[in-house]
């Protein structure tokens, strides 16, 4: 009864989460796949709606917040008809394994498209598109010096503004910093980075862009694809937000994935490959890069104009991404050690 009734709010919350379904228009989908996700772009819908087209297979689309899926494919145990996991951080695709949520992709067609380390080692989940989270300022100030994270902390870079820490993304970021350079110094530059903010962290990575603009602060830590969506933005004045902020890739570029999974308890595992083989087709990756402003995944597809003008940068790579996840609590402890909330 007791874990009945711990479960009972997440029951109710069940009933809430929306479903959506792409159907192919004119003939009928009689195999479905089922794909969880925390991805919320309008760009995606059309590519689910492509797929159903192309492969006449129904997509029913489940989305919420990373750890509210987790907790929901938890519930549902070994019946579970997820067959596509797909999140926004390299954190949450580590939880899922970790979780024994997901199987093995098993596909080299599927595997060989994204080189290491932008996949699971162990073939468990498999970046979609790579975002970077990068340094914006107001060109209206000279451009900070600023070559790689550590100077955000130790050097004259004025004040900086960056989202809640709860929020993966940062978490990640700061995983990284673990493990580059161990918790001890991750921890003073923790520390640092929150003595230096304009603010307490508020709102989401647009908003931070939008401050950096006004001049309430003068660096932002965000990730690239925000600004690409304020620079293509039909407001007028986000756009003019988007066209006057600098931007610095450090010489550590984090990059984090957008990346998926297949469910554990899979019931539809081949649909669940052949929507993964079409994300991951060329032309299905120069949608995401040139709709959502995302790095793809795959060597072979064309990079967006406006990612290309940003110019090349240095991939901070490590052998294997999950060390995001693996490091995530040292990360939300020194986080919350340092007031970064
Ligand atoms: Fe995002």
């Known amino acids: 009864m007791k874990q009945f009734n711990t479960y009972l709010p997440f029951f109710l919350f069940l009933c809430i989460i929306p479903v959506l379904s792409y159907a192919a228009g004119s003939s009928d989908t009689s195999s479905v796949v089922n794909v969880y996700t925390t991805r919320h772009y309008e760009a995606d819908a059309e590519l689910y709606k ?3 087209d192309e492969h006449k297979i129904q997509v029913n689309l489940v989305q919420g917040k990373a750890d509210e899926l987790i907790q929901r494919i938890r519930v549902e145990g070994d019946k579970s008809e997820m067959d596509v996991f797909i999140v926004t951080d390299v954190g949450r695709l580590y939880r899922a394994k970790s979780l024994n949520l997901l199987s093995p992709i098993q596909d080299q067609k599927i595997l060989s498209r994204v080189v290491s380390p932008y996949k699971d080692p162990e073939g468990m989940w498999i970046a979609l598109t790579k975002r970077t989270r990068i340094v914006v300022y107001n060109t209206n100030n000279p451009r900070p010096p600023i070559q790689s994270y550590l100077d955000l902390a130790y050097n004259d870079v004025g004040n900086i503004f960056t989202r809640s820490s709860g929020h993966v993304y940062n978490i990640s970021l700061v995983s990284q910093i673990i493990d580059q350079y161990g918790s001890d110094a991750a921890s003073k530059w923790v520390q640092n980075i929150t003595r230096k903010f304009a603010r307490k962290p508020q709102g989401n990575d647009r908003d931070q862009i939008r401050a950096v603009y006004e001049s309430k602060g003068d660096v932002a830590i965000v990730n690239s694809y925000y600004l690409g969506l304020l620079i293509h933005s039909p407001d007028d004045y986000d756009a003019m937000v988007g066209r006057n902020v600098g931007i ?19 019931p539809n595992r081949e649909n669940a490959k052949a929507l993964l083989s079409f994300l991951l087709r060329k032309d299905i990756q120069e949608r995401y890069s040139a709709t959502n402003y995302e790095f793809p995944a795959v060597q072979d597809a064309k990079v967006d104009d406006l990612l290309l003008s940003w110019g ?21 402890r020194l986080a919350d050690l340092h007031g970064w909330n």
């Open 50 to 52: 492509q797929f159903s």
């Open 248 to 266: 610095i890739f450090p010489q550590d570029t984090h990059v984090n994935v957008s990346g998926a999974g297949i469910g554990a308890s899979s």
């Open 312 to 332: 090349d940068f240095f991939e901070y790579q490590t052998k294997d991404l999950n060390v995001y996840g693996e490091f995530s609590a040292e990360a939300t």
